[in-house]
Structures are given as C-alpha cells and as structure tokens.
C-alpha cells in the first residue's frame, strides 16, 4: 500500500505497522537486545539517527517524543493556542538537534518504562485521529495551523511512517548481530 491518503487507510497502516513493529520487537533475541547497535561499518547509513540510537530503548523513545509533539501541536491548536509542529527553537532544518535532545533527555528512561510510554502514545495518536472525519485529515486548509499540508499527513508521519524506520533500523541491527 501507498503512503495512506484517507482515515481508513491511516488507521489501517498506523495499526498493521504497530502490530508488525511489536512482532519484531518481541522476537528479538537477549543478544540483539543487549548489543549496542553500531552502523558505523555500513557506508551508506549517514543520516544521524544511525549514529544517534544504540538501543531498543532509544527508539522506543523517539517514536514516543513525536507522538507528543503531534498530540500537542493539535490539542494546543484545537484550544485556540496557536502553536507550531515542532518547538521553539527547532525548524525543519535543525529538527535533528530537537531528537538529539529527545534523546539525552531519556538516557536514564529504562526499556520497559519507553515501551509502556510508546505503547500509550500509541493508542492516544489513534484515538485522537478517529475523532477527525476524512475530510478533516486528508483535505489541504481545513485548519489553518496545519499549514499547507493535510492534518492526516501527520499522523502517517508520526505513526506508520515512523514505525517503518524503526523496523528498518531493527532489521539492520538484527543483521549485524548475526
């Protein structure tokens, strides 16, 4: 399936994502979970995540953070506080600096507590979007705050999307392990 541009298809791909994400997730080994990852052998993994993530933790934790920044942004601007997506300092250009801070900000966060916080922020971004309707998600100018994009847009990005590139990272991992 394409990247999803209707609330049934949102919905779909943001759960089959969760569930195939779990799956793996609950098939790593204790090896896979006790080593750090290490991409630096693999040239083409440039971005700075490869370098920024060591662990299950650290992603957990990610996906958790931009379910946040998502759920703010839309309740604050439901509210009448017009706020934009990401948070004062940080833009589209310098967003990796905000995950490098997501990042130190739970070093101390155990395993168990990022994936309890994930799995709630999971089901809040899901709840939060079965309350638009279609036309509230997927057309452009419903809502001001949204900018020139779709409010729909969004939600792929912090859920199927995003749950796609921890399984990408997981799988890289997995393979260096082997």
């Known amino acids: 399936m394409g990247r999803p541009a209707t609330k049934t298809d949102l919905l779909t791909a943001a759960a089959a994502n969760y569930e ?27 971005e700075a995540h490869w370098k920024r993530d060591k662990n299950l933790r650290d992603i957990f934790i990610h996906l958790y953070e931009w379910h946040q920044l998502l759920l703010n942004w839309v309740h604050s601007n439901q509210n009448g506080n017009n706020k934009p997506f990401l948070p004062e300092p940080y833009n589209w250009k310098t967003y990796g600096d905000m995950n490098v801070e997501f990042w130190k900000k739970h070093q101390s966060t155990s395993l168990e507590d ?53 399984m990408k990272k997981l799988k890289a991992h997995r393979k260096n392990c082997a």
Not at 25 to 33: I, N, P, Q, Y
């Open 20 to 46: 195939k994400l779990n799956t793996l997730v609950s098939g790593l080994t204790e090896k896979e979970l006790s080593t750090p990852f290490d991409f630096s052998g693999d040239e083409k993994k440039k």
């Open 114 to 166: 990022a994936k309890n916080m994930f799995q709630k922020s999971h089901n809040e971004v899901i709840k939060l979007a079965e309350t638009f309707s279609n036309e509230e998600l997927f057309s452009k100018g419903v809502y001001k705050w949204v900018g020139g994009s779709a409010l729909g847009s969004y939600f792929v990005s912090v859920t199927a999307s995003h749950y796609d590139w921890a």
